[in-house]
């Protein structure tokens, strides 16, 4: 109101495009998933309008021979050796050969070891998961791990 009232204005602008509100646990997880569709990708980030952040001079992605990865957006400095699908991987994790997810999101620093089983989970920063461990949520409720968790 004081920005009006010192003679400044507002004007209103359309986006045609994607938009979701987050507010839950459930709309985090689904408006991330829904980053795997190109159109909501192009809509949201098109060419013409490019996001500046930080530069990371990273090194890129490392795929070992018998990793996998299907409809998935995995960022630099990451170590795939297993199965990845329907998944975001943020900068610096790690999936250990073996390892299949499904559905997931595993944020930055992220260590998903041998032969582990995770599907619909979100893991928040630097969480590790030994070997063998699995973990299932649903799309309706993911399984949500605090950041720096070892399970």
Known sequence: AAF??????????????????????????????????????????????????????EVSTYYGESAVSRNSLVADNCMIEGSIENCIVFSGARIERGAKLRNCIVMRGGIVGEGAELDC????????????TVLTGN?????????????
């Not at 509100?21 to 192009?42: G, Q, T």
């Not at 989970?121 to 063998?132: E, H, P």
């Open 4 to 57: 009006l009232a010192e003679g400044g204005r507002m004007d209103t602008y359309v986006h045609p495009g994607y938009a979701v509100a987050v507010r839950s646990v459930e709309a985090y997880y689904r408006a991330s998933m829904d980053m795997l569709k190109p159109e909501f990708r192009r809509q949201l980030f098109p060419a013409d309008r490019p996001v500046r952040t930080k530069t990371h001079e």
């Open 121 to 132: 989970v979100i893991a928040d920063k630097y969480c590790s998961f030994s070997a063998g």
């Open 139 to 151: 799309a309706k409720l993911p399984m949500v791990v605090p950041k720096g968790s070892r399970i």
